[in-house]
Nanobody, 120 residues
Framework: VQLQASGGGLVQAGGSLRLSCVAS????????MGWFHQAPGKEREFVAA????????RYADSVKGRFTVSRDNAKNTVYLQMIGLKSEDTAVYYC??????????????WGQGTQVTVSS
């Protein structure tokens, strides 16, 4: 599967952004989808995941209550709605796909990143 993320940009602290990730192919609904981010000088970290049906979700503690992950299987797209952005959310955001569950830690398919910059 090929993944194309978009929607990043520059936003003031407290603002919001919605990231999108479009997947190629006809098997999108079989993949659990994840979002990760990587800040400068840091390792890539898990942000959120959504199950194949869209019902199950999991979030990193740092984004709970502020970020919402969702998907539209008819559009082969997964979203990350981000509100209440903080400067520490500044990072390159990546979407990822794999077969499995929202509890898994490793994802085998990655898209290119989209930069999110939060100014304080």
């Amino acid at each position: 599967v090929q993944l194309q993320a978009s929607g990043g940009g520059l936003v003031q602290a407290g603002g919001s952004l919605r990231l999108s990730c479009v997947a190629s192919g006809r098997t999108f609904s079989r993949y659990v989808m994840g979002w990760f981010h990587q800040a400068p000088g840091k390792e890539r970290e898990f942000v959120a995941a959504v199950s194949q049906s869209g019902i199950g979700t999991r979030y990193a503690d740092s984004v709970k209550g502020r970020f919402t992950v969702s998907r539209d299987n008819a559009k082969n797209t997964v979203y990350l709605q981000m509100i209440g952005l903080k400067s520490e959310d500044t990072a390159v955001y990546y979407c990822a796909a794999d077969f499995g569950t929202i509890l898994q830690k490793g994802f085998g398919n990655w898209g290119q990143g989209t930069q999110v910059t939060v100014s304080s």
